[in-house]
Nanobody
């Protein structure tokens, strides 16, 4: 079985920072896109940030300039650096991926891998 794990969430004050990690063995190879998604209570899931195999990045407008997505191919690990956090960033954060020539904008375009990691800004 392939184990995919998100970690790094927690409780942080507004303005604080967190770094999320996602270990996804076997995600690399060929054209692909990996992403961080989030779902706040009572709201629909959204794609926070995505990164392609060619390191092309797309950010949700509300996190542009505050969040940074990166990946370490040798470790099959995806990261999300969250800075200047706001209460509205509170959500369960998930990692996911898809094999595609481009990164989907819709969360339905991704396979969500793990159980998520909770980020609470308060």
């Amino acid at each position: 079985h392939v184990q995919r794990v998100e970690s790094g969430g927690g409780l942080v004050q507004p303005g604080g920072s967190l770094r999320l990690s996602c270990v996804a063995p076997g995600v690399s190879g060929g054209r692909y896109c990996v992403a961080w998604l989030r779902q706040a209570s009572g709201k629909e899931r959204e794609v926070v940030a995505s990164i392609s195999d060619l390191n092309e990045k797309i950010y949700l407008e509300s996190v542009e300039g505050r969040f940074t997505i990166s990946k370490e191919d040798t470790k099959n690990t995806l990261y999300l650096q969250l800075s200047s956090l706001k209460p509205e960033d509170t959500a369960m954060y998930y990692c996911g991926g898809t094999r595609a020539w481009y990164c989907p904008l819709s969360p339905s375009g991704f396979d969500v891998w793990g159980q998520g990691t909770q980020v609470t800004v308060s």
